[in-house]
């Protein structure tokens, strides 16, 4: 029984790791997670704010760039 209830969560986590089911999502979601520095602080949030942007544009997520302070 154990057995079966560990199967089912495992199975239970991969299908929500993998997204929405077609039609009944809002679309793609990208964020980014900074310190206590601003974007534009020469270091480590400027270049993965850089990276976000980037690969936003790569895949064409619409409405770029969405703040939410």
């Known amino acids: 029984m154990k057995r079966l209830i560990a199967i089912c969560a495992a199975v239970g986590l991969v299908v929500l790791a993998c997204g929405v089911i077609p039609?009944?999502?809002?679309?793609?979601k990208i964020g980014i997670v900074t310190d206590i520095g601003q974007l534009e602080d020469k270091s480590f949030n400027e270049f993965s704010?850089?990276?976000?942007q980037d690969g936003a544009s790569a895949i064409g997520a619409p409405g770029w760039p969405e703040f939410a302070f």
């Not at 039609?23 to 793609?28: A, D």
């Not at 704010?49 to 976000?52: F, N, T």
């Open 23 to 28: 039609g009944t999502g809002s679309g793609l």
């Open 49 to 52: 704010w850089k990276g976000v």
